[in-house]
């Protein structure tokens, strides 16, 4: 069975800093991944998704993801935080072994950029 | 295109009553997805339908219950409201397929509130 971890639910950077939110993930088929992005009261908004091919995937609003077999890793990165990245982030794996579309999702990392 | 659309955005409901919400997904897609989000259990897939038929149900008690129409709008509903029932619900649309790599798309949610 597939399933996601993120370490950190709260994670505060300085506005202009590195961004790194972290995801594992655990799965017996090669995985398709998805990094979304909350902001409060709203839905999820897709930031990127790896399903195949290059394992560096750039997504909106400057964030990139590293898709690492090796690690079973997919790390959301931003080189530079704005403050209108504060927002609460999920990793999700689709659950491919039930041929649906069901995502399972980590527990979320709450962003806050200071200034 | 029109996005996601869940209707109403917010209800507040005594226990033991029901409650229906729908949701209007993307045109052209045929599956749609419930979720539920609430701060102790995260994301929690609730089910799935792809031309009204349900594909997936996650580990939620019969009291969760949904249909999808010829339109693919769904709805789904909830009997005897327990306090725990409180959360953000959410729909998801996916794919004019059944190729499950495919992202979803997120409505703004029904905030559901039982009193």
């Known amino acids: 069975a597939q399933s996601v971890t993120q370490l950190g639910s709260h994670v505060s950077v300085s506005e202009g800093a590195l961004v790194l939110l972290r995801c594992n993930y655990s799965?017996?088929?090669?995985?398709?991944l998805f990094w979304y992005v909350q902001y409060p009261n709203q839905g999820l908004q897709l930031l990127l998704k790896y399903t195949t091919g290059a394992t560096l995937v750039k997504g909106i609003n400057g964030f990139e993801a590293e898709f690492k077999k090796s690690e079973t890793s997919f790390h959301l990165t931003k080189p530079s935080a704005h403050m209108s990245d504060a927002a609460e982030y999920f990793c999700?794996?689709?659950?491919?072994?039930?041929?649906?579309?069901?995502?399972?999702f980590g527990t979320g990392t709450r962003l806050k950029v200071l200034a | 295109k029109a996005g996601v659309t869940q209707t109403p955005r917010y209800l507040i409901k005594t226990r033991g009553q029901q409650v229906t919400l729908s949701c209007s997904p993307i045109?052209?897609?045929?599956?749609v997805s419930w979720y539920q989000q609430t701060p102790g259990q995260g994301l929690q897939f609730l089910f799935e339908?792809?031309?009204?038929?349900?594909?997936n149900k996650g580990n939620f008690p019969g009291r969760f219950s949904g249909r999808q129409f010829s339109n693919s709008r769904s709805e789904m509903n909830v009997s005897t409201l327990e306090l725990g029932d409180s959360a953000l619900y959410l729909c998801?649309?996916?794919?004019?397929?059944?190729?499950?790599?495919?992202?979803?798309?997120f409505g703004q949610g029904t905030r559901l509130t039982v009193v």
């Open positions: 998801a649309s996916n794919g004019q397929g059944p190729n499950i790599n495919t992202e979803a798309f």
């Open positions: 339908y792809f031309s009204e038929t349900q594909r």
């Open positions: 045109s052209g897609h045929r599956s």
């Open positions: 799965s017996s088929v090669p995985p398709y």
């Open positions: 999700a794996v689709s659950d491919r072994g039930s041929g649906t579309y069901k995502y399972i």
